[in-house]
């Protein structure tokens, strides 16, 4: 077995407040953080979660139970939504702003947890300083959610024009594209945490399973888009099946992941909890 290495920080890391990041190496053992009066000695624990700061690690969490919730409304709200729509089919077809803006509910809901949970599940730990990379996956993540938002309202708003339909399909794929990307990303972030819980083997989960749903999903996208353009083509139609039913195992295995990690940081957070009195 292997030592775990954290490569978000190294053992060469300056000892970081774990409140506010201010580097504490010259300031002794015993006293407090000059920035924020945390103790030095609370900030010893290393690169360990079960050393970060306990607000810091509420944050992730509340931030991963707010993305799992966006997936499981859109999962339920979508065929719930399809099912209602056929049964007042005829109302809806006589009034399509009704329709559009109906169907959008899930869509629009799942959206709004996923930005406000990828937000906070990918907020910043205070120990990190300054050495953090630019493509880290939690700048990543935040890149993609920014960039899913005024896509996707691109692609309501061109549903009410009379556009071809191709426009907005693309407006769609573009769409589906930024929020896989989103969900990979986070997840890889979810396994640099991972591997300072430190659990190197759910750390390994974690990256197996955003990548072999993010790439293969992301070959599924662009083919849609591609054909959407320019036709079916078979070959590529095959592609694209292999890739979906890739991206879908492996989604499986990245919700399992998510709910490992979260499993892991809820016990940590229980026993970092000050105790009462
Ligand atoms: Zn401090």
Redesign the pocket.
């Known amino acids: 077995m292997h030592g775990v290495q954290s490569d978000t920080m190294s053992a060469e890391s300056p000892l970081l ?1 774990r ?2 990041g ?1 580097d504490l190496r010259t300031i002794d053992i015993e006293d407090r ?1 000059p ?2 009066g ?1 103790a030095v000695a609370s900030s010893l624990a290393s690169a360990y979660l079960a050393g970060a700061e306990p607000s810091w690690l509420k944050q992730v969490y509340i931030g991963q139970r707010d993305v799992v919730l966006g997936v499981v409304l859109l999962l339920i709200g979508v065929p719930v939504t399809f099912i209602i729509d056929t049964w007042l089919d005829d109302f809806l077809d006589a009034n399509r702003t009704i329709r559009l803006l109906f169907g959008s509910l899930p869509t629009l809901l799942f959206l709004a947890l996923l930005f406000v949970g990828s937000l906070r599940l990918t907020t910043r730990d205070p120990r990190l300083g300054d050495t953090e990379s630019p493509v880290a996956p939690r700048r990543l993540a935040l890149l993609s959610v920014f960039a899913a938002i005024p896509i996707s309202l691109l692609y309501y708003a061109y549903l009410f024009t009379t556009a071809p339909p191709v426009v907005s399909m693309l407006f769609l794929y573009a769409f589906g594209l930024t929020v896989c990307a989103t969900i990979a990303t986070l997840t890889l972030h979810l396994a640099h945490l991972a591997m300072r819980l430190p659990d190197a083997a759910l750390g390994a989960r974690c990256r197996s399973a955003a990548t072999w749903f993010g790439i293969p999903m992301a070959m599924a996208l662009l083919a849609s888009a591609v054909q959407a353009t320019i036709g079916t083509v078979t070959l590529l139609r095959f592609a694209q099946l292999v890739a979906t039913l890739v991206a879908v195992v492996f989604a499986v295995k990245l919700f399992l992941c998510w709910f490992a990690f979260r499993r892991a940081l809820a016990s940590i957070i229980a026993s970092s909890a000050p105790s009462p009195g």
């Open positions: 407040c409140h506010c201010y953080c920035e924020c945390t």
